[in-house]
């Protein structure tokens, strides 16, 4: 993988990866916080116990995955741990308009075959057929890696 060329990189940036964290984390503990403090009955205080929780703990893997960005190579999209996201020669198509069910600021991946359910909070995510990419990164960059990957499923389709 370090020989092969770069043709794009995605990642959130410092600010957007701590707006993204913090608002997530926020909505948990003022839930903790309402739950313990003024909590109407038994009922509602266990679901925002519960819901306060899972938002705590989605901000600490959002934070970690993160922390990652995504390569696109002439192989495929791959993190920078070196996971194969999805290979170029299973990429179908490409779909970044604004009613395509995507990641904010990004873009989604149709494949050709299946392949095993993947969440990166605020990175990527795959289920299915399909791979989303966005979510706290930037519009721009994932344009650009959007365009390239078009470029490659069309560089495919001729060859």
């Known amino acids: 993988m370090q020989d092969e060329e770069v043709l794009a990189a995605l990642g959130a940036s410092a600010g957007r990866r701590i707006l993204g964290v913090g608002s997530v984390a926020g909505l948990g503990l003022t839930l903790l916080y309402l739950a313990l403090v ?12 519960g819901f306060g929780a899972t938002c705590v703990f989605l901000a600490e893997r959002m934070w970690r995955a993160t922390a990652q960005w995504l390569i696109l190579t002439r192989d495929g999209l791959r993190d920078n741990t070196g996971r194969m ?17 995507k990641p904010s600021n990004g873009f989604r991946i149709q494949l050709t ?8 909070p605020g990175l990527w995510w795959r289920v ?5 990419v966005g979510g706290v990164t930037s519009g721009t960059p994932a344009k650009f890696m959007a365009e390239q990957i078009q470029d490659l499923i069309t560089r495919q389709s001729q060859d």
């Open 38 to 49: 003024q909590s109407p009955s038994l009922g509602w205080q266990v679901f925002m116990v």
């Open 85 to 101: 996201i999805a290979p170029v020669a299973q990429m179908r198509s490409v779909d970044r308009g604004v009613f395509a069910f």
């Open 113 to 120: 075959e299946k392949a095993p359910a993947v969440w990166q």
């Open 128 to 132: 299915g057929r399909s791979v989303g």
